[in-house]
């Protein structure tokens, strides 16, 4: 591993399980958490081995000479925020990056037109007492070194790759002039390639991320937090926000906790008190060394002399995992996301399952940039399902099975699952396990 720090780091953290009340799945022990200035060494750490080696690639893949990115404070471009050191944090006024491939044997270029070096990481190119017009330091930099191609974010499918503003954009073709100005590439691939691709630090980084946000569900989904007849699933939710605000982490989207229960045909959500015999299911993800989970799990409550959840939820939860390899299974490289929907899709329903697929990119942006694998309303292919799946990207595998529950009658039970893996261009892993047996919840 080229990081010796966060090799240090991670050499300690071996993380244990503990049994909860003695039942179902064990809750694993909470991995140490870094404090602020070790996390930003790490960070920046990554970051500068991200800039040396995935920028070049991916410019070179996509025959790119020069790509411009700009920024402003307060309208950060999410391609740009992620490419700043962790004391910069964010753009200051308006923030420019440039990287320039000048071949394999110089490299890529890193500048900033702007009045700071950003970390070390980019060189400042831009003296305001010399030059006062921003814009036109920019186009001296470009004229100078007369690239082909210079790629912008611009895109009309995906969020992430369209972070050039119109004004801004109006102002780069003033500057430039028709000439240069026609040399301008909206190539919405690149930024796609930056966001998507995991390095391996980053990925050994995952496993124990993967294993915090596991963490805090197993002691969510546990007698410690639940007593039946008295706690809400809203309790249980702001128990998980609290419990991430008090580690020092964020989470990036608000957790969801409800229950199915014998007899009601929709899920219980908000002040619903969670009962004996209730399936409980919890969406929950955090944000830690810039890396997002995002994961679906499942819980059960045991009745007076159970031990452990009826047949027909257990069958649920297994054609789940049915759906899971179905979706894992259909992976490969240069495939579309519509591609392995609907390998996915085909596998599940031949083997007699009710699938909705939903699966999703996931790194440095909970719902992250590259190709849906489906949307829960639409299980057909989509633009945004059309590019293809590259190696070293990691994914959320999320769909549902329906079944129906013979012990609640036939009533037709969603069983969710959501699991965060990784794809090394030969197979899916899961960062760190997937559930494959309920957490129990039993008497304090």
């Given at each position: 591993m080229p990081n010796p720090i966060a090799h240090l780091f991670l050499a300690g953290l071996q993380a244990l399980s503990v049994p909860v009340a003695g039942h179902g799945m064990t809750r694993a022990a909470y991995p140490p958490i870094l404090d602020m200035r070790a996390r930003a060494v790490i960070e920046n750490s990554i970051l500068k081995e991200r800039l040396e080696t995935v920028v070049p690639a991916i410019m070179r893949e996509r025959g790119i000479?020069?790509?411009?990115?700009?920024?402003?404070?307060?309208?950060?471009?999410?391609?740009?925020?992620?490419?700043?050191?962790?004391?910069?944090?964010?753009?200051?006024?308006?923030?420019?990056?440039?990287?320039?491939?000048?071949?394999?044997?110089?490299?890529?270029?890193?500048?900033?037109?702007?009045?700071?070096g950003l970390g070390g990481l980019f060189s400042a190119a831009w003296d305001p007492a010399r030059q006062p017009d921003q814009w036109a330091r920019l186009a001296e930099i470009i004229r100078d070194r007369s690239p082909r191609r210079i790629a912008i974010n611009s895109s009309r499918l995906t969020a992430y790759a369209d972070g050039m503003t119109l004004s801004a954009w109006e102002e780069l073709g003033e500057a430039l002039g028709p000439d240069l100005a026609k040399r301008l590439v909206r190539d919405e691939r690149l930024p796609v390639r930056w966001l998507e691709t995991r390095t391996p630090a980053e990925m050994l980084l995952y496993a124990d991320i993967g294993r915090m946000a596991h963490a805090i569900i197993g002691e969510a989904l546990s007698s410690v937090v639940i007593m039946p007849g008295k706690t809400t699933t809203d309790d249980v939710v702001w128990w998980m926000r609290q419990k991430v605000t008090d580690l020092g982490l964020q989470t990036w989207f608000h957790p969801s906790v409800a229950i199915s229960r014998r007899g009601t045909a929709r899920p219980l959500e908000g002040d619903s008190v969670i009962r004996e015999g209730d399936l409980i299911w919890t969406d929950f993800g955090i944000t830690y060394?810039?890396?997002?989970?995002?994961?679906?799990?499942?819980?059960?409550?045991?009745?007076?002399?159970?031990?452990?959840?009826?047949?027909?939820?257990?069958?649920?939860?297994?054609?789940?995992?049915?759906?899971?390899?179905?979706?894992?299974?259909?992976?490969?490289?240069?495939?579309?996301?519509?591609?392995i929907l609907a390998s996915a899709r085909s596998r599940a329903i031949a083997a007699g399952l009710r699938p909705t697929i939903y699966s999703h990119p996931i790194g440095y942006h909970g719902h992250g940039a590259g190709p849906s694998i489906g949307y829960w309303d639409n299980q057909a292919a989509d633009p945004r399902g059309g590019l293809p799946i590259h190696p070293d990207t990691a994914w959320s595998i999320e769909l549902n099975a329906s079944v129906k529950v013979p012990e609640w009658g036939g009533q037709e039970v969603e069983f969710k699952t959501e699991e965060d893996a990784f794809f090394d261009g030969r197979k899916v892993r899961y960062i760190d396990g997937h559930q494959v047996d309920f957490y129990l919840i039993g008497p304090r």
């Amino acid at each position: 591993m080229p990081n010796p720090i966060a090799h240090l780091f991670l050499a300690g953290l071996q993380a244990l399980s503990v049994p909860v009340a003695g039942h179902g799945m064990t809750r694993a022990a909470y991995p140490p958490i870094l404090d602020m200035r070790a996390r930003a060494v790490i960070e920046n750490s990554i970051l500068k081995e991200r800039l040396e080696t995935v920028v070049p690639a991916i410019m070179r893949e996509r025959g790119i000479d020069m790509w411009v990115l700009v920024a402003r404070e307060n309208f950060e471009d999410p391609v740009v925020k992620t490419m700043l050191d962790a004391e910069s944090l964010a753009a200051r006024r308006r923030t420019i990056l440039i990287f320039h491939d000048r071949g394999p044997s110089r490299g890529v270029e890193r500048l900033t037109v702007s009045r700071y070096g950003l970390g070390g990481l980019f060189s400042a190119a831009w003296d305001p007492a010399r030059q006062p017009d921003q814009w036109a330091r920019l186009a001296e930099i470009i004229r100078d070194r007369s690239p082909r191609r210079i790629a912008i974010n611009s895109s009309r499918l995906t969020a992430y790759a369209d972070g050039m503003t119109l004004s801004a954009w109006e102002e780069l073709g003033e500057a430039l002039g028709p000439d240069l100005a026609k040399r301008l590439v909206r190539d919405e691939r690149l930024p796609v390639r930056w966001l998507e691709t995991r390095t391996p630090a980053e990925m050994l980084l995952y496993a124990d991320i993967g294993r915090m946000a596991h963490a805090i569900i197993g002691e969510a989904l546990s007698s410690v937090v639940i007593m039946p007849g008295k706690t809400t699933t809203d309790d249980v939710v702001w128990w998980m926000r609290q419990k991430v605000t008090d580690l020092g982490l964020q989470t990036w989207f608000h957790p969801s906790v409800a229950i199915s229960r014998r007899g009601t045909a929709r899920p219980l959500e908000g002040d619903s008190v969670i009962r004996e015999g209730d399936l409980i299911w919890t969406d929950f993800g955090i944000t830690y060394l810039r890396l997002n989970t995002d994961m679906q799990q499942n819980a059960y409550v045991l009745r007076n002399g159970e031990t452990e959840a009826p047949p027909g939820l257990r069958a649920g939860l297994r054609a789940s995992n049915r759906v899971q390899d179905a979706v894992t299974g259909s992976f490969r490289t240069g495939a579309t996301g519509n591609e392995i929907l609907a390998s996915a899709r085909s596998r599940a329903i031949a083997a007699g399952l009710r699938p909705t697929i939903y699966s999703h990119p996931i790194g440095y942006h909970g719902h992250g940039a590259g190709p849906s694998i489906g949307y829960w309303d639409n299980q057909a292919a989509d633009p945004r399902g059309g590019l293809p799946i590259h190696p070293d990207t990691a994914w959320s595998i999320e769909l549902n099975a329906s079944v129906k529950v013979p012990e609640w009658g036939g009533q037709e039970v969603e069983f969710k699952t959501e699991e965060d893996a990784f794809f090394d261009g030969r197979k899916v892993r899961y960062i760190d396990g997937h559930q494959v047996d309920f957490y129990l919840i039993g008497p304090r």
